[in-house]
Each structure stands twice: as structure tokens, then as C-alpha cells.
């Protein structure tokens, strides 16, 4: 027979709280690292995980902690070497980290983590601040054509998922991509401040980082980066003449040393909460499109991205 002892010491190499084996809780609490300042797509990714978690009963606490620079390549080391075997650390990732690791040519990559899952696909949104003269995505694609040098564009990343989009609409627009003036910040709200700011010509970021900034006034949304409107009054890229599409995946990444088992719990806390109710209700809040994908469909899915990224990043010069 298994005594409280044993039962004990095998849940917690599971990272379950104590005691509630069997029950709905899953993890008495999570670390939550964000590679990313405050404000920006993966801190609402972590943050939208924790409400839906708690909201659930599937996880007890979570402790952040977010170190921001170079698209998570500032972060991605500290996660590796401090939470190494850590069954109860999630890292939050996505697209853009697989550009700058690229970009930067950096010595890790997520290919030293443990995929967990995907959670969502958004598309971009490119604004200007209420107050500038460009009334439209017509106007802003003209003076891009003009003189790319003098419109300075706020973003992500330097060959991130941002920077793409505008080597992409560069590219479209007969323009060499190197010509984009792309101000690279390490989080979403240092962009929306220098866009507020006037420090910058126009942004481009996920909806939902600027969604709010939208409905306010503060900002004009010029167009979006998907196949679809995510806003009825705002226009695709694709509609207005410019032949560019491209969306933000994010998910979830364990700590390299893991075991298989303390992998598969991760998994099934991240199938839990992507069956609630509240995930769902997030999901249509936020404008996220639903990208759920775990397992080896999701390791063949990084592996397919990381190729077609890397390709992009040179056609565009950017790597």
C-alpha cells in the first residue's frame, strides 16, 4: 500500500498541492515567467492564464516575475538556468521570440525548453496616435513608399513578428525592407507610451494590446495583419491593397530537466483551463483567436515555424 508519506513526495515531483490528488486543483501554485515588461501580449497571456485557472479552482497561486529586452532573449537564459527541473515554472513565448532568436543569432532558443502549448494566434493591429494626420492605412502606405526612413514605426522586437509586418508592407510597397525605421521596445507599454507620446510616426502590436487605447480615442487603427476584421470598422492589409498577412502565436514552456511525467501534468493543466468557460470568455474579450495545440503536433508546429521565420528573416534582410 502507498502511505501519506509516499503519496505526499510523488505529488509534490508533480508540482499538485498536497492533498488534492483526484481533486479539481492541479497545482497548489505556478511560477509564471514573463520575458517581457508589463503591459505587452505575454504579460496578457500569463495574466489571462491566472484568471481562468483561479476562476476554475485549478491552480492555488501564481508568482510572476518579468524581465524584459530583445524580444525574450534577455529573459529566455535566466529561465533556463534558474528554474532547470522546476515541475511547477511556465514560460510564456511565442512567435516573436523565435525572429529575435534568429535575429540576434543568440546561443539558446525555445528549442532548450519543453513545449507545453499553444494558446493563441492574434493579429496585429497598425495605429497612430488621434492626433496624427494620417486618417488611413492609404495615407500611412504612401508615406511609407515616400520616404520609409522617416516613418518611424513602434514595435516589438527587432525581427519579430512586428518588424516583419513592416518589411513585409516595405517589400509590397517596393521598398527595400532595411529602409524601415523600426523602433524596437521590450514590452507592449513602453511602445503604447512612446506612441502616445508623439515619439513615434505609428505602432504596430497585437489587438489586444491596443484594443483598449482603440475604443478610448486615443489611437487610430489603421488596418489589421489577419485574414479576417477583427473590428468591423477596421480593414485588413489584404482588403486595402497591400498583400500582407501574419499573426502572433503565444503559448506556454516548461523548464528544460523536467521528467515526461511533470511534463504531461503541465499539458493537462493547460487542457484544463483551455476547456473552462472563463478561457473561453477571454478569448472573445480579447480578440484572440483559439491556436490550442500540445504534444508532438505542437513540437512539429515550432519546428515548421522556426524554418519559415528563419526563411522570411533573410528574404526580408533582416537576418
Not at 515554472?89 to 539558446?108: C, R
Not at 513585409?168 to 523602433?183: C, D, H, I, N, W
Amino acid at each position: 500500500m502507498i502511505n501519506r508519506r509516499t503519496l505526499l513526495a510523488a505529488t509534490a515531483g508533480l508540482g499538485l498541492a498536497p492533498g488534492l490528488a483526484g481533486a479539481q486543483q492541479r497545482f497548489a501554485s505556478i511560477y509564471m515567467f514573463v520575458p517581457a515588461n508589463p503591459g505587452g501580449g505575454w504579460d496578457g497571456l500569463g495574466r489571462a492564464i491566472e484568471q481562468a485557472a483561479r476562476q476554475a479552482g485549478l491552480v492555488g497561486s501564481f508568482q510572476f516575475e518579468n524581465v524584459g529586452g530583445a524580444g525574450g532573449t534577455v529573459g529566455l537564459p535566466r529561465f533556463l538556468a534558474q528554474r532547470r527541473g522546476r515541475a511547477d515554472a511556465l514560460m510564456v513565448s511565442g512567435s516573436v521570440m523565435v525572429g529575435a532568436t534568429l535575429t540576434n543569432k543568440t546561443p539558446v532558443s525555445l528549442q532548450n525548453t519543453v513545449p507545453i502549448a499553444r494558446m493563441t494566434d492574434e493579429a496585429g493591429v497598425i495605429i497612430v496616435p488621434a492626433n496624427s494626420p494620417i486618417q488611413n492605412i492609404g495615407q500611412f502606405a504612401d508615406a511609407l513608399k515616400a520616404n520609409p526612413r522617416g516613418v518611424s514605426v513602434a514595435g516589438g522586437s527587432a525581427g519579430g513578428t512586428d518588424h516583419i509586418v513592416l518589411g513585409l508592407m516595405l517589400q509590397k510597397l517596393g521598398r527595400q525592407p532595411r529602409e524601415a525605421s523600426f523602433v524596437a521596445f521590450p514590452g507592449g507599454g513602453p511602445a503604447q507610451a512612446a506612441i502616445l507620446g508623439g515619439q513615434v510616426t505609428a505602432g504596430i502590436s497585437g489587438w489586444s494590446e491596443f484594443s483598449e487605447q482603440i475604443k478610448a480615442g486615443r489611437v487610430r487603427a489603421l488596418a489589421t495583419t489577419g485574414e479576417r476584421r477583427i473590428d468591423p470598422a477596421v480593414p485588413t492589409l489584404k482588403e486595402s491593397g497591400i498583400d500582407v498577412v501574419a499573426t502572433n502565436w503565444r503559448g506556454v514552456f516548461g523548464a528544460p530537466g523536467i521528467n515526461p511525467n511533470q511534463r504531461q501534468a503541465l499539458v493537462d493543466l493547460m487542457t484544463a483551463i483551455h476547456a473552462s468557460e472563463g478561457w473561453r470568455r477571454i478569448l472573445e474579450d480579447r480578440g484572440w483567436d483559439d491556436a490550442f495545440l500540445t504534444g508532438t503536433p505542437f513540437e512539429e508546429f515550432l519546428a515548421r515555424d522556426r524554418a519559415d521565420t528563419e526563411g522570411v528573416l533573410k528574404d526580408l534582410g533582416l537576418a
